[in-house]
């Protein structure tokens, strides 16, 4: 089967009061949730992965809360290929008028049946 792909525009938000960093691929619908280690992913009725849920994200990232408020620019990129799942994440906040980048690449096996597929979103594709 050939891999399948998503280009679409997306969303964040960011949750001071539970410290979670929310991204999220628009008009794409929700069907169920997958948690890994510190993370959740949400995938659609087509079974591309379309959000991305991070727990304790000020730990995470080693950034302030309030710094997490303040992101500008993000990209995410996840691909699937054999039950295991690689999310590239990209974003820029401001620290002390500074722009700050970060870049995580989280890899992990998924025991849940995803299908190959890459997904590409970003606040304006």
Known sequence: MDKRHLEKE????????NDILFFKVNEREYSHSIELRDYVIDI??????????IFNASNYFNMTKISLREVKNWKLKTLVENNYIEIRLVFNSIIRNKIIE???????????????????SCITC
């Open 10 to 17: 997306g969303s964040f938000d960011y949750d001071y009061v």
């Open 102 to 120: 970060k870049n995580p690449i989280l890899v992990q096996k998924v025991e849940n049946k995803i299908l190959n597929s890459s997904v590409e």
């Open 44 to 53: 659609d009725t087509e079974d591309y992965v379309v959000g991305l849920q």
